[in-house]
Antibody, heavy 122, light 107 residues
Framework: QVQLQQSGPGLVKPSQTLSLTCAIS??????????WNWIRQSPSRGLEWLGR?????????DYAVSVKSRITINPDTSKNQFSLHLNSVTPEDTAFYYC????????????WGQGTLVTVSS | DIQMTQSPSSLSASVGDRVTISCRAS??????LAWWQQKPGKVPKLLIS???TLQSGVPSRFSGSGSGTDFTLTISSLQPEDVAIYYC?????????FGQGSKVGIK
């Protein structure tokens, strides 16, 4: 059974970097048949996919246009986890953040982390 | 990017009523559409994939139909435990996008 355990601060100051980690059990971050995603949810923006990373002989990354200039998703094979870094945050980035897994294009997300509420405020 | 538009944004119906939610994609996505149910404070739960495939353990009163650009989620007999927000989501190719949600309540 795959489990995704999120960790990271719930409060970030404006202009700083939001960083969250998703620890994977029951699968490998470097599996060549799945992808690892970050999604967020807020009342104003609804459910918004932010980006993903996946390994197919090398690492690939896809990012949403809305955050492309500010986002980095990093896999960490030594700890079997992946992370989200979103820089230059504003109050608009306040949201629940989720990590998820999918089995590639043509498959929906099948596992979700528990969610982390991140508030951007001074 | 392909946009997903749901209607209605909210509805109230009586227990036992048939409820229908629509989802329209701005471009064709074949049958690569999922329906999610989200209850307050919970992670979204997958109800239907491939537009019409009911996930294991999901009550048979839920059904999905459609392909291309127009999709429908139907609850054949609304139950109190179905109070939730329902989202459609395309997953043919990145970026994955969700509809804005349809809130279902009981009259």
């Amino acid at each position: 059974q795959v489990q995704l355990q999120q960790s990271g601060p719930g409060l970030v100051k404006p202009s700083q970097t939001l960083s969250l980690t998703c620890a994977i059990s029951g699968d490998s971050v470097s599996s060549n048949s799945v992808a690892w995603n970050w999604i967020r949810q807020s009342p104003s923006r609804g459910l918004e996919w932010l980006g993903r990373t996946f390994y197919r002989s090398r690492w690939y990354y896809d990012y949403a246009v809305s955050v492309k200039s500010r986002i980095t998703i990093n896999p960490d094979t030594s700890k079997n986890q992946f992370s989200l870094h979103l820089n230059s945050v504003t109050p608009e980035d306040t949201a629940f953040y989720y990590c998820t897994r999918d089995r590639g294009s043509y498959y929906p997300f099948d596992y979700w982390g528990q969610g982390t509420l991140v508030t951007v405020s001074s | 990017d392909i946009q997903m538009t749901q209607s209605p944004s909210s509805l109230s119906a009586s227990v036992g009523d048939r409820v229908t939610i629509s989802c329209r994609a701005s471009q064709g996505i074949s049958s690569h559409l999922a329906w999610w149910q989200q209850k307050p404070g919970k992670v979204p739960k997958l109800l239907i994939s491939a537009a019409s495939t009911l996930q294991s353990g999901v009550p048979s009163r839920f059904s999905g139909s459609g392909s291309g650009t127009d999709f429908t989620l139907t609850i054949s007999s609304l139950q109190p435990e179905d109070v939730a927000i329902y989202y459609c989501q395309k997953y043919d190719s990145a970026p994955w996008t969700f509809g804005q949600g349809s809130k279902v309540g009981i009259k």
